[in-house]
């Protein structure tokens, strides 16, 4: 059984190792489509603004390295089995708020609303994986027969 775990961890964390190095090769289309959903708080204005100033990046382009880094080390630790429930804890509060800011459903009348539907029931089961992985973790536990004698 842990050999399946292991296997299921590694073939899970593609999903996030494959969704941020698009982001990153692709950060043009990613900070325009982060644009177009996530407004700046009016408290965060002003340090967005500074950020911005330094880098010489606007913000939606800092957040699409920032979101693209994120899921390709969070990827990489749960397949490594490195801090797996902390990395599981954090990618449900980031899957969560990319299903409520970026799959707003609710939002769209229903012949439209199929796609965004099913990409927020998706991102639903992936938050069901992520708890599996974080109530898992990384505790030895007593090798166990593959088959009943």
């Given at each position: 059984m842990p050999a399946f775990i292991t296997f299921g961890r590694i073939l899970f964390a593609v999903l996030f190792i494959y969704s941020g190095a698009t982001k990153l090769f692709a950060i043009q289309a990613t900070s325009e489509f982060i644009s177009a959903k996530v407004v700046i708080p009016a408290l965060l204005?002003?340090?967005?603004?500074?950020?911005?100033?330094m880098t010489g990046m606007s913000t939606p382009q800092m957040l699409a390295i920032a979101v693209g880094a994120f899921e390709i080390i969070s990827g990489l630790m749960i397949a490594l089995n490195f801090g797996a429930r902390f990395f599981a804890i954090i990618l449900i509060f980031f899957v969560a708020a990319a299903t409520f800011y970026f799959h707003d459903f609710w939002n769209q009348s229903p012949p439209e609303n199929a796609k965004t539907l099913m990409e927020a029931l998706k991102n639903l089961s992936i938050i069901g994986a992520l708890f599996m992985i974080a109530g898992?973790?990384?505790?030895?536990?007593?090798?166990?027969p593959a088959y009943e004698v």
């Open positions: 204005a002003p340090y967005a603004t500074q950020l911005e100033t898992y973790g990384r505790v030895s536990r007593a090798v166990e």
